[in-house]
Nanobody
Framework: QVQLVESGGGLVQVGGSLRLSCVASERTFSPATMAWFRQAPGKEREFVAARWRLGNTYYAESVKGRFTISRDSAKNTVYLQMNSLKPEDTAVYYC??????????????????WGQGTQVTVSS
């Protein structure tokens, strides 16, 4: 069973930046869609960003212009560059992957593979 492992979370001040990474445990794993979700305390998990194999991307309105999702296929890794961080970005961030092309990026049931999450805390 393929595992996704996130890293890069931590504590950062308002306006700061972090880059999250998500590595798949098997080099042959080649999902058509990879995404990031997040879950803040007391809230439901929500969509953040998605990237399809051909390179197109899609973002939640709350992070558009501040976050960038990218992928290094050679390293089997997907990244989430987060800039201009705000206190409301505080959450556990999860990496997700689907072997097929996901049509509704925000629909969590479409992703068969999930990481354990990494904590991001933005302090004011």
């Amino acid at each position: 069973q393929v595992q996704l492992v996130e890293s890069g979370g931590g504590l950062v001040q308002v306006g700061g930046s972090l880059r999250l990474s998500c590595v798949a445990s098997e080099r042959t794993f080649s999902p058509a869609t990879m995404a990031w979700f997040r879950q803040a305390p007391g809230k439901e998990r929500e969509f953040v960003a998605a990237r399809w194999r051909l390179g197109n991307t899609y973002y939640a309105e709350s992070v558009k212009g501040r976050f960038t999702i990218s992928r290094d296929s050679a390293k089997n890794t997907v990244y989430l560059q987060m800039n201009s961080l705000k206190p409301e970005d505080t959450a556990v961030y999860y990496c997700a992957a689907a072997l097929n092309t996901v049509l509704n990026a925000g629909l969590q049931a479409q992703y068969a593979y999930w990481g354990q999450g990494t904590q991001v805390t933005v302090s004011s």
